[in-house]
């Protein structure tokens, strides 16, 4: 009867700690962006287009046209309300200062618009 007990007070025990640390809160995995940033953001210039689309899952697109060709590279996006920080797939990684204002985003000397 005491292995019996010592037992069932050992399986509660490591149920109730199994049961605190397995499971994850879902709101970890979403990163804290500010959502003026999100959205899709173009620059458009005579005969070249820019583009960037965030997403709230933290990642983002950036796609450059011409009236000939295009070019798209992926990653994952940090926006801490003045700088964003770009980590391109391929492992680059590009970080500065950038202004939002309404609908519009200047970054060096650039200035998108958001659809």
């Not at 287009?49 to 796609?63: H, M, Q, R, S, W």
């Given at each position: 009867?005491?292995?019996?007990?010592?037992?069932?007070?050992?399986?509660?025990?490591?149920?109730?700690?199994?049961?605190?640390?397995?499971?994850?809160?879902?709101?970890?995995?979403?990163?804290?962006?500010?959502?003026?940033?999100?959205?899709?953001?173009?620059?458009?210039?005579?005969?070249?287009?820019?583009?960037?689309?965030?997403?709230?899952?933290?990642?983002?697109?950036?796609?450059?046209?011409?009236?000939?060709?295009?070019?798209?590279?992926?990653?994952?996006?940090?926006?801490?309300?003045?700088?964003?920080?770009?980590?391109?797939?391929?492992?680059?990684?590009?970080?500065?200062?950038?202004?939002?204002?309404?609908?519009?985003?200047?970054?060096d000397d650039l200035?998108?618009t958001k659809k």
């Amino acid at each position: 009867m005491r292995k019996l007990k010592l037992f069932l007070l050992l399986f509660v025990a490591a149920s109730s700690i199994y049961s605190l640390t397995a499971c994850k809160d879902k709101d970890d995995d979403q990163p804290n962006i500010p959502a003026e940033i999100i959205g899709t953001w173009v620059c458009a210039a005579e005969l070249e287009t820019l583009t960037y689309t965030f997403g709230a899952d933290g990642k983002f697109i950036e796609t450059w046209a011409s009236q000939t060709q295009s070019e798209s590279d992926y990653g994952t996006f940090t926006y801490d309300g003045t700088t964003l920080t770009l980590k391109y797939d391929d492992g680059e990684v590009a970080s500065g200062p950038i202004i939002i204002s309404g609908n519009t985003l200047t970054m060096d000397d650039l200035v998108f618009t958001k659809k």
